[in-house]
């Protein structure tokens, strides 16, 4: 019985092992891929490029004390108040915390994003620029959270 239970315990590891180095191959090559195409070489160092200029194009001041960064802790907040499993203050804030870029640059990207949402609710409702129906916050909170992560 201990000897069935080792064997198979050793096929389960073989088996993610495998899956494992198949991840990580299929990954390399399709780097090796992408970094050939001249058109994705181009559009990512534009990109860098625009990163890099966000602070001075955009013109917001950006840190700890700045609007930015309290408009996303209170975003943040806002989704955060109703979830059952984060009402300790500590926790909570620690979350708040993580889910903030750790540059000034990230964050304003974020905002940047959060904004232009919170704008196009506004014309599309006519009034308070803050959703109160909660899909359609949750629905703002992903679509800030999937379209710029850094």
Known sequence: MIEQNHQNL????????????DYF????????YL???DMIVRATKSFTQAYETLTRDIERPTG????VHAELLAFYAEELRGQADVQDQ????????SKL???DVGQLAQWSTWSRTQMKLTQETNYSARPTNQSTKMSIA??????ITF
């Open 25 to 32: 191959r299929l990954t390399r090559q399709q780097v090796s």
């Open 10 to 21: 050793e096929a389960v590891l073989e088996s993610r092992a495998t899956l494992v180095e």
């Open 90 to 97: 500590d926790r909570n804030e620690g979350l708040l915390q």
């Open 35 to 37: 970094s050939q195409d």
């Open 142 to 147: 992903t679509t800030i959270q999937n379209s």
């Open 101 to 103: 870029p750790r540059s």
């Open 64 to 67: 700890a004390e700045s609007e």
